[in-house]
């Protein structure tokens, strides 16, 4: 597996804006449901959106209507546009290029990145 890369974290004041990406590669990414998750210090690894191959998405409460997740399947990329950010959202925002649905929910089995921290402050 190939361990994709993210960026576009940074400190930004509550109500900002941040756009994550998210580079990976592999011959199965095109068909592959699509996933950012965050760790917040002291705290588990959350889906806070995921997208199918065709493009429906799904997104967690807590970021419903702020949150915009989207892909590119020609250049293999994955994005995440954040909007009115507020503190809570601080955390470690990783994408995972292999999402699953299991009878609990949905699970990662894709390999991790290592990253990239968004910090939401005034």
Known sequence: QVQPVESGGGAVQPGGSLRLSCAASGSIFSINVMGWYRQA?????????RITSGGSANYADSVKGRFTISRDNAKNMVYLQMNNLKPEDTAVYYCNTDVRRITSGWRA???WGQGTQVTVSS
């Open 109 to 111: 089995f894709g390999s």
């Open 41 to 49: 210090p002291g705290k588990q690894r959350d889906l806070v959106a």
